[in-house]
C-alpha cells in the first residue's frame, strides 16, 4: 500500500512562481511510475507532469504547462516535486499527485494509477 501526501499550494499572483511537494510512504518509492495530475472545478482531470521509475530518466509534460513546469524527484525523501514557474491563472487547480508500481501503462490517463493523494489547491490571480 501507498499513501501520498501533497503540499505546497496556496494563492500567488500570474507570473509567480511554486512548489508542490508530493511524499510516499513505504520502501518502493524507487520503483513508483508518478505523476502529477490537475482538476479545475467543472473540469475532467488532466494529465500535467510524469517522471519514471528508479533513475527517474525520463520525464513529460502536457502541452499547456510545457516549459513553465518541471517534475522532478528526490528518492532519499521519498518526494516528487512539482516546480511550477510563470503561472497563469487557468494554472488554478487542485493538483493531485498519482503513483503506480504497474509497469507499461499509459501515464497520460488517470485510470492508469491505483494511488493517489488528496490533492492541493493551487490558485493563481490574474
Known amino acids: 500500500q501507498v499513501q501520498l501526501v501533497e503540499s505546497g499550494g496556496g494563492l500567488v499572483q500570474a507570473g509567480g512562481s511554486l512548489r508542490l511537494s508530493c511524499v510516499a510512504s513505504?520502501?518502493?518509492?524507487?520503483?513508483?511510475?508518478m505523476c502529477w495530475f490537475r482538476q479545475a472545478p467543472g473540469k475532467e482531470r488532466e494529465f500535467v507532469a510524469f517522471?519514471?521509475?528508479?533513475?527517474?530518466?525520463?520525464?513529460n509534460y502536457g502541452d499547456s504547462v510545457k516549459g513553465r513546469f518541471t517534475i522532478s524527484k528526490d528518492v532519499a525523501k521519498n518526494t516528487v516535486y512539482l516546480q511550477m514557474d510563470s503561472l497563469k491563472p487557468e494554472d488554478t487547480a487542485v493538483y493531485y499527485c498519482?503513483?503506480?508500481?504497474?509497469?507499461?501503462?499509459?501515464?497520460?490517463?488517470?485510470?492508469?494509477?491505483?494511488?493517489w493523494g488528496q490533492g492541493t489547491l493551487v490558485t493563481v490571480s490574474s
Open positions: 498519482a503513483a503506480e508500481l504497474r509497469s507499461g501503462r499509459n501515464w497520460f490517463l488517470k485510470e492508469s494509477f491505483d494511488y
Open positions: 517522471v519514471s521509475s528508479w533513475s527517474g530518466f525520463n520525464t
Open positions: 513505504g520502501p518502493m518509492f524507487a520503483s513508483l511510475t
